[in-house]
């Protein structure tokens, strides 16, 4: 799963997506940045502003994230039925 790093601060704790761990998530769900802007409901440039770091990546992107790729998860462990010997 994709960490993301933890600041703290006085107010309270909020997390941070790098633009490499962006791509790795989006990349391990198997989309691609057009597939995320359009299952996300973004301007299909905003995910390009956080890659090449132009706009940080808000807090609600690794939380959404990180429930995608947990049910990708289950999915895979619960739904799929196993592969036959």
């Given at each position: ?8 601060t ?5 997390r941070?997506m790098?633009?490499?761990?962006f791509?790795q998530?989006?990349?391990a ?22 890659v ?8 609600w ?12 998860r ?5 739904l ?6």
């Amino acid at each position: 799963m994709i960490s993301c790093k933890h600041h703290s601060t006085k107010q309270k704790a909020t997390r941070t997506m790098t633009p490499d761990q962006f791509t790795q998530a989006i990349e391990a769900l198997g989309w691609k940045q057009s597939d995320f802007c359009r299952k996300a409901g973004l301007d299909k440039n905003t995910p390009s502003r956080w890659v090449t770091g132009k706009t940080p990546i808000p807090a609600w992107v690794p939380k959404h994230l990180g429930l995608l790729l947990e049910l990708q998860r289950l999915h895979a462990a619960y739904l799929v039925p196993p592969k036959g010997d």
